[in-house]
């Protein structure tokens, strides 16, 4: 990560509430070629989440605890605040002297923008206004929440105007927390209504309207320069698994997360027209 932070853009997008059983079922059955393509392999890692909810996860996940790789560690992380003892520090791993990655990137001249998803980004109240107080600049509304069934397309919009506002020399931090997988999400399964209300199904359905866009986000942030990219999720959620609902519970279902990072090619826009 030495080599990568002030050389490259950096693109954190975390799928909130996705399912890691889904995400590798919808990726083996090709029914998200805009994500598979970029996964090593075609295949999520299974990774254990930081957190069982949006908010503890993404606090972890600011400080540079990623998902955990599911397997016996330790594992060396991608970013972490210098602290002493550290057994997951190695030497590629970025460290900053900040209380959090935002700031460390900033600190290293990037440019840190949010652009939010869920309540906990909504910035309508202080708890609402943590998460995206940390950034240079943050993005929310309504369109963008779990309520909007075209709020993933609306967050893209939103990015590709950053990126075309921002002077082509300043690197880019950017963070997209995609609401379109948390509940509500019926609408997204056709034939769905109100009343038959969320499921596994509208679940896979939810994914399936997120990689038919995803394309537009990976061409916008490649059009500046080579990009180094992370797609997870932030903590699953039980749809009746063991006769639980939801998140913010211990259950395999939202413990067990999908995760992958990889290159985004440099692609200048006009050759992506």
Known sequence: MNEIVGSHDILLVTL?????????????????????????GGHWEKRHAPGSFTYASHQAIFAGFLPT???????????????????????GTFVHDTPDLVAGLAKEGYHTVCIGGVGFFNKQGPL???????????????????TSPTSFESQVACAERVVR????????????????????????????TRESGDTRASHAAALEYVDRHIGRLFSAVS????????VCSDHGTAYGDDGYTGHRIGHESVWTVPYAHFFLDHTP???AR
């Not at 609402?128 to 779990?146: A, D, I, R, T, Y």
């Open 16 to 40: 909130d509430t996705l399912r890691f059983d889904v995400a590798a079922e919808l990726a083996a059955a090709g029914r998200i070629p805009n994500l598979a393509r970029h996964l090593p």
């Open 165 to 192: 506002d921002l002077p082509p020399e300043q690197r880019l931090f950017l963070f997209v927390n995609v609401a379109a997988l948390h509940q509500p999400n019926w609408f997204h399964l056709p034939g769905a």
């Open 128 to 146: 609402g206004s943590v998460l995206p107080g940390l950034f240079q600049e943050s993005h929310w509304q309504p369109e963008f929440g779990v």
């Open 223 to 230: 059009g500046r320069r080579r990009c180094f990219a992370i």
């Open 69 to 91: 790789p599911a397997a016996p560690g330790p594992h060396p992380r991608l970013f972490a605040a210098r602290f002493a003892g550290s057994e997951t520090t190695a030497e």
């Open 269 to 271: 826009a006009e050759a």
